[in-house]
């Protein structure tokens, strides 16, 4: 799916509580108009507003819930905008702050995508909303068929493990409750260390 190719130049930032994302532009308008048309985009991309004054702008997305969605637009994440007025101009500065989001490449060209669609929309230009939908959905589906291809390796691995471990342990004297502690703490971590590794692969890690 061809996503815009400014969605690049957007640049990103990792602090300890959050991943941000920044993008710079000018509006030719006044600034009334420029957070008008601003909040208007960000409303039809599902954000709801959280205030709002002269020269700033707080919006919303997700309930932070996203076990049941996985998509990137229902996880957690707040829109800062502020605005520069100057004459007929208005320089807009907007930050959108990712909370349980970001770490896959896939999601984060979605987020810089639609930053970048902002400028278009505040300088008149067509924005394509239904392909920005389908890459979403996209990566929902991705993120699906990801853990389901996780699971059922790691289970796989998970039933060599514990043939293995049910013959080794109980030779070292470990047996009863702590050998099921252990198998289990085992399977869990063999079965979500492949479920990571499968979406890493589908999505792209933006970590080394």
């Avoid at 969605?7 to 602090?15: C, D, K």
């Avoid at 085992?186 to 492949?194: E, G, L, M, Y």
């Amino acid at each position: 799916m061809t996503v815009n190719p400014s969605a690049h130049l957007v640049s990103i930032e990792e602090t300890e509580e959050d991943i941000r994302l920044h993008w710079r532009f000018t509006a030719l308008m006044p600034v009334d108009r420029a957070r008008q048309r601003l909040q208007e985009y960000f409303a039809q991309l599902g954000y709801t507003l959280v205030a709002s004054d002269e020269n700033t702008l707080t919006m919303r997305r997700g309930a932070g819930d996203s076990a049941l969605d996985w998509s990137p637009r229902s996880k957690k994440t707040e829109l800062l905008a502020r605005f520069t007025p100057s004459k007929s101009r208005t320089g807009v500065a907007i930050e959108l702050r990712l909370y349980d989001g970001g770490n896959y490449e896939a999601e984060c060209r979605l987020y810089a995508w639609e930053l970048v669609e902002a400028e278009q929309y505040l300088h008149g230009e067509p924005v394509n909303f239904k392909a920005m939908k389908q890459y979403n959905h996209h990566i929902r589906m991705q993120v699906f068929r990801a853990s389901a291809r996780g699971f059922v390796a790691g289970l796989f691995l998970a039933l060599i493990a514990i043939a293995v471990l049910r013959r080794v342990l109980p030779d070292m004297g470990i047996e009863g409750w702590f050998l099921g502690a252990i198998t289990g703490g085992v399977v869990h971590i063999i079965i979500f260390w492949q479920i990571r590794r499968a979406k890493h692969q589908a999505l792209g890690s933006r970590k080394p």
